[in-house]
Structures are given as structure tokens and as C-alpha cells.
């Protein structure tokens, strides 16, 4: 069972930076790909970035490559976004996922999700 929290979220100019949290409340000890997606005014949900359990790969949506990073953290299921020079099109809410499927970039896999943290980019 995987019981997924997100945290870091808040208000910030374009061009800065926030970093965001998911961390399993849950008791399982297996090893979860993890994924960030998010969901912009008026839009559907969309993927953002993955990564598998091991750590060792990684997904980026083209939208955030090269502006976005997810790491995963020392604690089991836990995941991190850092996000960089962040721009208004970048408003969603965004939501921690997990899944234990092979595949790892599509909406489809994910089985587990957090309940979401708001990011607000002003211009």
C-alpha cells in the first residue's frame, strides 16, 4: 500500500525556482517508479517527469527537460522536483504518482496518487 503526500508548492516570480516533495506515508518497502504530473487551469493532466525505482532512469516531458529535475530521495518512494526558471505555462497543480509497472511514462501505469500541491508562476 503506497499513501502518497506532496508538499512545496506555493506562490513564485517567473524565472525562479521551487523544489517539491513526495513522500510515501505508507508501509510498503518496495521500491515504486515515481512520477510528477500536473494540471494547468482549464487543461487535462499531463506528465511532467518519471523515474524508475532503481533511480537510474529518467523522463522529462519536453515542455520541463532541461529546466526540470526529479531525484529520488534516501527515504523508499520518496521523490523530488526541482524546477527552474520556472515560467506562468508552468501553473498546475502537480501530483505525485507511483506505480510498479515496467513502463513509467504514461498516465495509464500509475496506480497510486497523492492529493496535490498548487504552484503559482506570476509574470
Known amino acids: 500500500q503506497v499513501r502518497l503526500v506532496e508538499s512545496g508548492g506555493g506562490l513564485v516570480q517567473a524565472g525562479g525556482s521551487l523544489t517539491l516533495t513526495c513522500a510515501d506515508s505508507?508501509?510498503?518497502?518496495?521500491?515504486?517508479?515515481l512520477a510528477w504530473f500536473r494540471q494547468a487551469p482549464g487543461k487535462e493532466r499531463e506528465f511532467a517527469a518519471s523515474?524508475?525505482?532503481?533511480?537510474?532512469?529518467?523522463y522529462y516531458a519536453p515542455s520541463v527537460e532541461g529546466r526540470f529535475i526529479i531525484v529520488r530521495g534516501n527515504a523508499a518512494n520518496t521523490a523530488y522536483l526541482h524546477m527552474n526558471v520556472l515560467q506562468p505555462d508552468d501553473t498546475a497543480v502537480y501530483y505525485c504518482?507511483?506505480?510498479?509497472?515496467?513502463?513509467?511514462?504514461?498516465?495509464?501505469?500509475?496506480?497510486?496518487w497523492g492529493q496535490g500541491t498548487q504552484v503559482t508562476v506570476s509574470s
Open positions: 523515474i524508475s525505482g532503481s533511480g537510474r532512469t529518467t
Open positions: 504518482a507511483a506505480t510498479a509497472r515496467a513502463q513509467i511514462d504514461s498516465e495509464g501505469t500509475y496506480d497510486y
Open positions: 505508507g508501509p510498503t518497502a518496495f521500491q515504486y517508479a
